[in-house]
Nanobody, 123 residues
């Protein structure tokens, strides 16, 4: 069973920075993709940033040029560096890891989730 544990959330003023970490129970490079999602009150969970196994990255438009996703395979850790934070970035941030596999000729995936870490940005 894969375990993901987030840390690094907290309270910060607008314009400030935070770095989230996600410690995985196995090598980050063993996953087909890892990502950060967030969920604000009364909103659906949304993708913030994703890093694919080959190292390519994708970002939600609202965080481009402010957030950076990275991974340290040696430390089994996924990071999200968040700069120029805005009040609308306030949410619970979740770490996600995906493993793809084929079963009876059909592509399937398993999603693993962390417990989440609260990020609050004050104006």
């Amino acid at each position: 069973q894969v375990q993901l544990v987030e840390s690094g959330g907290g309270l910060v003023q607008a314009g400030g920075s935070l770095r989230l970490s996600c410690s995985a129970s196995r090598s980050a490079s063993s996953f087909d993709a890892m990502a950060w999602y967030r969920q604000a009150p009364d909103n659906q969970r949304e993708l913030v940033a994703q890093i694919i196994k080959d190292g390519s990255t994708n970002y939600q438009d609202s965080v481009k040029d402010r957030f950076t996703i990275s991974r340290d395979n040696a430390e089994n850790t996924l990071y999200l560096q968040m700069n120029s934070l805005k009040p609308e970035d306030t949410a619970v941030y979740y770490c996600n890891a995906v493993v793809n596999f084929e079963l009876y000729g059909t592509q399937r995936e398993i999603n693993y989730w962390g417990q989440g870490t609260q990020v609050t940005v004050s104006s």
